[in-house]
Structure formats: structure tokens, C-alpha cells
């Protein structure tokens, strides 16, 4: 006998479990059976099924129950619900469950193995849709980060040249592309992967506690302080440690930088003692720092100490072939995290993520997926689930006309509006940022999100 495929029947009715065996059998399929839902479970537990043929009405645990036990499972079985009690509230709900198909009793039997061979194709679609994903996963992914570009494939390279090294690392790139998942593979692939990497947002921290955290203080040192505190550095001994929107931080602060960078060795805040550290650092910005420089912000003697080895981040926009990959990544990251069974996406919802420009970059595209993920009923994920701003955007980026019945002042107003949240999402939502990256005042910006009804995050 050929081994067609493993089909398990639940059903608590012997004469039901009798006919569907012997249906099933004289097919070459493998059956076993069940006669209720703990039972299943326990043998779904203990056997690779590729197929389940769950009646509802089962005693103690039923099939709605065994449904959802079933779709939390890894590459669990395809299932085909049997009832003798045909609705449509229960049909959508074991559909929602993750059911196959949905028979009512008294069944055909060509109509079982209609469904059955459907359910086996399907369960072997699912199955080398894994394999496929694992492998390009291999394939195009470097410690969580994931393209198959060519820019991409480049930057896995580079990384892998640069991890060994101790040299100072500065990466560039929008927000949003992944700087500090890059320095972490950098520190992963290092021989300091086993020691401590340790990250700060110096954009997020005041100027006058910056100092305080980076370096540490003395108790006394400042009002409040009440003990002496180890700073990051010294948490990062042994280590990396990385320093994100460097650009932001204080000339001052500079200068006392790039005594570490120099002397490998430090002062607390209010400390005469030198500390000695051993620290790779890895620095990133989203802004340029030569014009930095030129403007006097940046000082120049820092910027070269830190440009030894640059690493620019292309964005989204720029490797759009690698879209595909990363919204099946985080289709399934998001799908594990809700308890859910697998997803897929309609080809008309990845038309429309290659289509838009995404200024927020990768950080904007998990978003945007994981809210699909979340509000999805069934399984495929369509472009509905999309925010309205993805559809919106695509009058601009297709150089849509004005038309369509739709004034001239109503479409520069919507243009006004998503320049402005393009400017918002690449700049985490910072206004002051924004305005400077839209070139106008920050009060002005601050109207016209009042006036566009936009609301701050």
C-alpha cells in the first residue's frame, strides 16, 4: 500500500468512523481514529497528521475547541470540519479557527474525498512554502536582517569583514532601515558576542543627563545624587557599545567622546579617577554628518575618528525586491505572537506594499503588517487591512492627474498631507525634525497638523 498521506477521524458515532475509514483506506490514505477531542488532540500531539476529519458535536472538548488547540500548532494538520448541524454563525467561526472546509452530514463520499485530496494539496503547498522560506531565510538573511538585493547582499559582506575587527563602526541610514539590528549582528559575528552590547539614544536623552548616563557620576556630583553610579560604558566593558543619533549630542559632550575614542579611558561625572574601558564603538545617524560638520554642530576630529568603517543602509525604497521576503518574516513573526495560524498575502496586497515609498522604511512596514496580522479574519491578508495613507500615497507616487471629479484644492491638500506624514514617519515623529526637513518653522508645522487633523503619536 502507498502511504498517500496520514488522515485522523474524530467523530463519536462507530458507524461514521467505520464508513470514512473505509472510504479513506480504499484511497491508500492512512487512517486512525478518535472518538473525541481530548483524544485528538493527544494524537495530533503524538503523530504528524496531514489531514483531521473533525466532527463538531463531540463530547466533552468539541471540534470548536479542538480547532482552536489546533491553530496555535506549528505546521499543524489541515482540517475538515463534519456537522449535522449546518449554520452559518458556525461555519465562520471554524473558518476563523483555521478549518479547510466546512461538509455537513449526511455526507457524499465523493464530496469527502474532494475535500480530502484539496486539504492534502494544500497541507503540501503549506509544507514547501516552509521549506522554501527557511531556505531563502538562509539564503537572504544575516542575524535577523533579511534581503536578497543586491545592496543588501553587500552590506551582509561588509559586515562579515568588519565584525572580527575592534575599528570604530559608523552606520548611516534613514530611520527606520535598521541601524541598530546591523551593529548587533556586528557585535554578534565579533569576538565580544559573549560580552555585553549595550545601546543608547543619545537624540532621546537630554543634553544634561546624557553625560550622567554614558559615563557615570560620583555621589555629589550634581543635586540628587545621592550614591556614586556606573555608566554604560562601564556596563559595556568587554563589549560594544552604540551610540544611536550621535549627531544629537552636545559639543561638549563631543569632546568628551572622543577622549574615550582616543585615551580608551574615561572620567565619571564629578570623578578624578580615570577608568580604563574596553569597548568597541559602534555609532549611527540618520543625518549627514560632513554638513554637520561644515555648519559647525559636529566636530570634525570626532566625525573622523568615527568614520573609519561606514556602513550605509539603503532605504526601503531603494530595495523594494526585498519586500516579499521581509513581509513573509514578519507575517510570520506576528502570526506566532498572536496565536494564530499561518498567513498569507494576497498578490494584489504585495502590489500595493512595493508600490508605496515607505519613508518610515522597514520599522513602518512591520507596523503596517503586524495590524494586518492582527485584524485579519481568515487567513489571506488583503490590501483593506492596509492604512488608508499606503492606497492614498500611490495618487502621488503614480503622478495621478488631477481628476476623477476631485478639485485641484483637494488634491493638493491630500499631497500637503502625506509630504507631511512622510516627513513625520522619517524622523520618528519628532516635530522639530520634521520641520526642519520640510524647511519651514516648527510653530507652522505645528498649525498645519492642527489644520490636517493629523495627531501627534
Not at 56 to 76: C, H, S, T, Y
Amino acid at each position: 500500500m502507498n502511504d498517500k498521506g496520514r488522515i485522523l477521524v474524530v467523530d463519536d458515532e462507530e458507524v461514521v468512523r467505520d464508513v470514512l475509514s473505509t472510504l479513506l483506506s480504499a484511497e491508500e490514505y492512512l487512517v486512525d481514529l478518535a472518538e473525541t477531542g481530548t483524544r485528538a488532540l493527544e494524537m495530533v500531539q503524538e503523530g504528524d497528521y496531514d489531514v483531521v476529519l473533525l466532527d463538531l458535536m463531540i463530547p466533552g472538548m468539541d471540534g470548536l475547541q479542538v480547532l482552536e488547540a489546533f491553530k496555535g500548532r506549528e505546521n499543524g494538520p489541515a482540517t475538515i470540519v463534519l456537522t449535522a448541524f449546518a449554520s452559518i454563525e458556525r461555519a465562520v467561526r471554524a473558518t476563523k479557527l483555521g478549518a479547510f472546509d466546512f461538509i455537513t452530514k449526511p455526507f457524499k463520499n465523493d464530496e469527502i474525498l474532494v475535500a480530502v485530496k484539496n486539504a492534502m494539496e494544500q497541507r503540501r503547498l503549506r509544507n514547501e512554502n516552509a521549506r522554501l522560506r527557511i531556505s531563502l531565510q538562509q539564503r537572504f538573511s544575516y542575524r535577523n536582517i533579511i534581503g536578497k538585493s543586491a545592496p543588501m547582499q553587500q552590506i551582509f559582506t561588509l559586515i562579515s569583514q568588519v565584525a572580527p575587527r575592534r575599528s570604530t563602526v559608523l552606520i548611516q541610514g534613514e530611520s527606520g532601515t535598521g541601524k541598530e539590528l546591523v551593529a548587533k549582528a556586528i557585535h554578534a559575528a565579533s569576538t565580544r558576542a559573549n560580552a555585553p552590547f549595550v545601546a543608547i539614544n543619545c537624540g532621546n536623552i537630554p543634553s544634561e543627563l546624557l553625560e550622567s548616563e554614558i559615563f557615570g557620576h560620583v555621589r555629589g556630583a550634581y543635586t540628587g545624587a545621592t550614591s556614586s553610579k556606573k555608566g554604560l560604558f562601564e556596563a559595556a566593558e568587554g563589549g560594544t557599545f552604540f551610540l544611536d543619533e550621535v549627531a544629537s549630542i552636545s559639543l561638549e559632550m563631543q569632546a568628551k567622546l572622543l577622549r574615550v575614542i582616543q585615551e580608551r579611558e574615561f572620567r565619571r561625572l564629578g570623578g578624578l579617577e580615570n577608568i580604563k574601558v574596553d569597548v568597541r564603538i559602534i555609532a549611527a545617524t540618520n543625518s549627514d554628518l560632513q554638513a554637520a560638520v561644515a555648519k559647525g554642530t559636529f566636530r570634525d576630529d570626532l566625525y573622523y575618528r568615527l568614520n573609519v568603517i561606514v556602513i550605509k543602509l539603503p532605504p526601503l525604497r531603494q530595495r523594494t525586491e526585498d519586500i516579499p521576503l521581509l513581509a513573509d518574516h514578519f507575517i510570520k513573526k506576528y502570526c506566532d505572537e498572536n496565536g494564530r495560524g499561518p498567513c498569507t498575502v494576497d498578490p494584489s496586497a504585495i502590489k500595493i506594499l512595493m508600490d508605496y515609498d515607505w519613508p518610515g522604511n522597514v520599522r513602518e512596514l512591520e507596523n503596517v503588517l503586524e495590524r494586518a496580522v492582527v485584524l485579519c479574519p481568515g487567513n489571506v491578508i488583503t490590501g483593506d487591512l492596509f492604512p488608508k495613507n499606503l492606497t492614498t500615497v500611490q495618487l502621488r507616487v503614480a503622478g495621478a492627474s488631477p481628476g476623477d471629479n476631485l478639485p485641484l484644492k483637494e488634491r493638493v491638500g491630500d499631497f500637503e498631507k502625506n509630504l507631511i506624514l512622510a516627513a513625520l514617519e522619517r524622523t520618528d515623529w519628532n516635530q522639530k525634525k520634521a520641520a526642519e526637513l520640510l524647511s519651514v518653522n516648527p510653530t507652522t508645522l505645528s498649525e498645519k497638523l492642527k489644520r490636517l487633523r493629523i495627531k501627534p503619536r
